[in-house]
């Protein structure tokens, strides 16, 4: 192997020590106390395990934590109403609705019932549109994550071609905009990839970056990318194990070992993109109440 390990959890520590002391600093200061509620619907394994490490996160960067948990076969207008009251209510300053939603709820009358200045996601119409036009706004919290470690693994993208490969609301799209936007960690050339790309690796061996965020074990493989190359892989697939106590191991979209034997940079799968994520909630959501302290809303 000759790739550097970007490591995520270490970014990710580091900065949610300036996120802790931002908290204190508001409390001490405003009287604020950060809130960020996240809501659960059903019991799906993945979905759960994120937000108890969101919650857990939350409550050691000193912020006032509120997890809903609804069953699987509750309403869209309960979970509507839960929505509701949390724009209304003043100690929530970030709102993140835990995606996908059981079948039946409507994802988008959910988010879009999120304030916008409450949206810590950055998923509302109005987040991602100040996002597009270069606004101040909440970015979203995987694709402003991979952005900073793309920083930290010494890479400067402004005039590099970067690759991405699938087109979700949630990553591709926005952190294709966001590389592609006018500004310091950005200015790429940037391919979008998705499944209608007859031939990705035409694409990805051009690439001085990929961000593989197809969902898929092995999407990217060695072969596929230029010597050099940093690899930022999104993917968190459960493959069975037997030799693991859980019974799976947890593998990215691209094929580690081949991957690392070719590229500069790479980040492993897990402690990579995953804590970055929730860092950037954090970030967020202490901006989220810095903002409400000084009544600025809408941002
Ligand atoms: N499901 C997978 N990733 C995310 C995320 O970043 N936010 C929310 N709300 N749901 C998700």
Redesign the pocket.
């Known amino acids: 192997m000759s790739a550097t390990i970007i490591d995520g959890k270490k970014l990710a520590a580091a900065t949610r020590a300036e996120i802790a002391a931002g908290v204190a600093a508001l409390k001490a200061e405003k009287g604020v106390t950060p809130g960020l509620a996240v809501i659960l619907v059903g019991d799906n394994p993945a979905?759960v395990s994120?937000v108890t490490a969101k919650e857990k996160a939350s409550r050691e960067a000193g912020m006032h934590s509120v997890e809903i948990r609804l069953p699987a076969d509750a309403t869209e207008d309960e979970v509507l109403a839960r929505v509701r009251a949390l724009n209304d209510d003043p100690a929530i300053h970030g709102i993140?609705?835990?995606?996908?939603l059981p079948k039946g709820i409507s994802e988008k009358k959910v988010i879009y019932a999120i304030a916008p200045e409450k949206d810590v996601?950055g998923?509302t119409p109005v987040n991602v549109g100040k996002m597009l036009i270069g606004d101040d706004c909440f970015l979203?919290?995987?694709p402003h994550g991979i952005v900073k470690l793309i920083e930290t693994a010494g890479m400067d993208v402004s005039g590099k071609h970067a690759v991405v490969i699938g087109r979700s609301n949630?990553v591709g799209k926005p952190v294709a905009a966001l590389l592609a936007r006018k500004g310091p960690s950005a200015n790429a050339t940037v391919t979008l990839c998705h499944t209608g790309t007859p031939d990705i690796a035409a694409y990805t061996r051009t690439a001085d970056v990929v961000v593989v965020a197809a969902g898929r074990p092995n999407t990217l493989t060695g072969d596929m990318i230029k010597p050099g190359a940093v690899v930022i892989d999104v993917g968190v697939n459960r493959v069975p194990d037997a030799t693991k106590p859980r019974g799976y191991r947890l593998c990215g979209d691209a094929d580690f070992a081949s991957c690392a034997a070719v590229a500069s940079a790479i980040t492993p799968v897990p402690g990579g993109v995953g804590p970055m994520?929730i860092t950037m909630?954090l970030w967020n959501t202490l901006q989220a109440a810095r903002n409400s302290s000084c009544a600025q809303v809408g941002m």
Do not use: A, G, R
Request: negative net charge; hydrophobic residues 40%; glycine residues 0%.
């Open positions: 979905s994120y993140l609705v835990q995606l996908p996601d998923f979203p919290c995987t949630i994520t909630l």
